[in-house]
Nanobody, 116 residues
Framework: QVQLVESGGGLVQAGGSLRLSCTVP????????VAWYRQGPGKQRELVAR???????TYSDSVKGRATISRDNARNTIYLKMNSLRPEDTALYYC??????????WGQGTQVTVSS
């Protein structure tokens, strides 16, 4: 299976910011949408944001106005910038794409913890 590489999580105070990154295979990066999901304690996994190869973006209502997903074509990297972080943003954040040959692919996740 293809493994995604995620980084950028950590402990941050409420109101602070973080930037998560996800490196993907170049062919996938060029053609397939990539998404960030998260799963908080006792909660269902939910979509946070998605970006296509042409940089069209989608955001969940819970992060609209506070999150920006972007891509760096030279580095095969997807970024998720989160501002005005809240304790309810505390979750394990996963990078994801739907590989046409291998199916749904997930990274290991990066932990974001927001303290009040």
């Amino acid at each position: 299976q293809v493994q995604l590489v995620e980084s950028g999580g950590g402990l941050v105070q409420a109101g602070g910011s973080l930037r998560l990154s996800c490196t993907v295979p170049r062919n996938i990066f060029r053609t397939i949408p990539v998404a960030w999901y998260r799963q908080g304690p006792g909660k269902q996994r939910e979509l946070v944001a998605r970006i296509t190869s042409s940089s069209s973006t989608t955001y969940s209502d819970s992060v609209k106005g506070r999150a920006t997903i972007s891509r760096d074509n030279a580095r095969n990297t997807i970024y998720l910038k989160m501002n005005s972080l809240r304790p309810e943003d505390t979750a394990l954040y996963y990078c994801n794409y739907d590989d046409p040959n291998e199916g749904d692919i997930w990274g290991q996740g990066t932990q974001v913890t927001v303290s009040s």
